[in-house]
């Protein structure tokens, strides 16, 4: 097939690469001409491990390309898959210009007949809104596609190559099988449904999820008051194959560029057709709360008084093995430190520079290494799970803090790492070790 991806982003530039790897020839457009520079130099402008590789691989193949012209890419394509952001509105609705803006672009370079599937997160009614608009600009002959998808940053290689299922909303049988004959090779668990339903679908996906990350959340804040050990609560809990343990890891909560906008995109959804959608308001309160429960244990600490302590934070990504930082814990925590008088010392192995920018400069001090960080902190906050954190050497990070209070907001240590140290360590939903 010709395949032509709009948006390089986590989403496009991973699921274009990957169909070039399927034997596809693609071309992948982008309007931000500094990600096509890079990307044409070989540079991939987000982390993503394996991506580089796989996107060498098939540019060197001749099976894959990078453009800023749009028309140039749709023209003689027969599928084009639209990928751009959906960002949240101050309302909590997701913001469809970018979607509304590929729209009328695919319709006046469309030649002849294609395929066009929505692959961004869009509500309900977004693809036929998206047809409805290109119908009203050109005669040629399309059809429309409902395509969500479900990869997870840090794995979206892996996610996109072997994926749990694919899901494909249309009302064109045709367009749906010939969408479905091109994830094939992928897996065998491929559902042909109607385009709302399969809109729906991504948002309950994600509403689920986030419930069970602010379920195991509040049971984690219980488990502190009466004594138990939410990760021994979370286990014998996922054994239960009607639970599952995915998800139920107690921390900081959820954040990144999908699951806080995608939660109150859905709210918005319910409430255009007269629903209060009361459970998943509490997700969004608890996941609120959960940040700054890192910030109310650290007072606790410290009498009630932060101002004039330094304060260590370890991970500013939204979780590993990503430089996303939108919508980061880290952020609001970080916020909320500074308000109170803290000197902020911030690290991250690979997110820093996202981060620096879209938290400006507000007197923090930015460190290239961890233990550059945690020099002279009064206190650490462990924000992300970088694997490089569990491997510290916590007899030199004792030594080099003014004092060993640790506040492990992902749950990375246990106590047999703490032996032999003096650290007064909190975690989410544990005992706490002083
Ligand atoms: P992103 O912000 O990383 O990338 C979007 C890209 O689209 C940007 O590079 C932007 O310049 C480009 N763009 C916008 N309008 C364009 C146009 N008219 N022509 C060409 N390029 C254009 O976004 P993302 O994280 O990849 O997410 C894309 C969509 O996929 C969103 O709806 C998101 O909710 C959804 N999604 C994201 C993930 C994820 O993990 N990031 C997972 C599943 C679904």
Known sequence: MNITVIGTGYVGLVSGICYAELGHTVVCVDKDSSKITALRSGLIPIYEPGLEELSARNTAAGRLRFTGDLKEAVRGTDLVVIAVGTPPLPSGEADLSYIDGAADEIADALDG????????????????????????????????????????????????????????GSDSRAAAEKVAQLHKPLTDRIMITDIRSAEMLKYASNAFLATKISFINEIANICEKVGADV???????????????????????YGGS??????????????????????????????????????????????????????????????????????????????????????????????????????GESGVVWCDHAMEAAAGADALCLLTEWEEFARADLQQLQSTMKQPVLIDGRNVFKEEDLAGTEFVYYSIGRPSLN
Not at 146 to 158: C, D, I, N, Q, Y
Not at 233 to 242: F, H, I, S, T
Not at 279 to 301: A, F, G, P, Y
Request: with cysteine.
């Open 113 to 168: 007949y294609a395929i066009v599937a929505v692959k961004s997160t869009v509500p309900v009614g977004t693809n036929e809104r998206v047809r409805d608009r290109i119908r009203s600009r050109t005669d040629m002959p399309f059809d429309s596609v409902s395509l969500p998808e479900f990869l997870r940053e840090g794995s979206a290689v892996r996610d996109t190559l072997k994926p749990d299922r694919i899901v494909i």
């Open 258 to 359: 999908c699951f806080p906008k995608d939660t109150r995109a859905l709210i918005q959804i319910a409430g255009h057709v007269e629903y209060d959608f009361k459970l998943l308001s509490s997700v969004v309160e608890v996941n609120r709360d959960q940040r700054l429960r890192m910030v109310q244990k650290l007072e606790t600490i410290f009498g009630g008084d932060l101002s004039g302590k330094t304060v260590a934070v370890w991970g500013l990504a939204f979780k590993p093995e990503t430089d996303d930082v939108r919508e980061a814990p880290a952020l609001e925590i970080m916020r909320n430190l500074i308000a109170r008088g803290v000197k902020v010392k911030a690290y991250d192995p690979i997110a820093l520079p996202n981060f620096r920018g879209l938290f």
């Open 231 to 253: 990760t021994q609560v979370a286990e014998g809990m996922g054994y239960d194959r009607r639970i599952g343990p995915a998800f139920l890891k107690a921390g900081i909560g």
